[in-house]
């Protein structure tokens, strides 16, 4: 099955800043829908943001103005800019690809995921 491949996560202090990548050699990521989930322990998989192929973003109300999602084409590259970040963001974050139509932040609707990367921020 073909994964995705995160790296970026960490531990970081409250107001702080990190950058997560998520990447696939061999998978066009381009040519698909992708988004950027979190899980906590005990809690449904939360969507964070989607974009498309043409560069257009959502992002959920509890990210929007703290994260940026983008892609880099050339780099066959998703990223997500967390900026400002709260102990709350604590979580492990997913890349998902290829959204096959609904409501974009329901996780059922991905078919590639990544194995996660794991975000802890200090209060």
């Known amino acids: 099955q073909v994964q995705l491949v995160e790296s970026g996560g960490g531990l970081v202090q409250a107001g702080g800043s990190l950058r997560l990548s998520c990447t696939r050699p061999?998978?066009?990521?381009?040519?698909?829908?992708m988004a950027w989930f979190r899980q906590t322990p005990g809690k449904e998989r939360e969507g964070l943001s989607s974009i498309t192929p043409g560069g257009d973003t959502i992002y959920a109300d509890s990210v929007k103005g703290r994260f940026t999602i983008s892609r880099d084409n050339a780099k066959n590259t998703l990223y997500l800019q967390m900026n400002s970040l709260k102990p709350e963001d604590t979580a492990m974050y997913y890349c998902?690809?290829?959204?096959?139509?609904?409501?974009?932040?329901?996780?059922?609707?991905?078919?590639?995921w990544g194995q996660g990367t794991q975000v802890t921020v200090s209060s």
């Open positions: 061999g998978l066009n990521l381009h040519n698909y829908v």
């Open positions: 998902a690809a290829d959204f096959r139509g609904g409501t974009w932040s329901n996780f059922r609707l991905y078919f590639y």
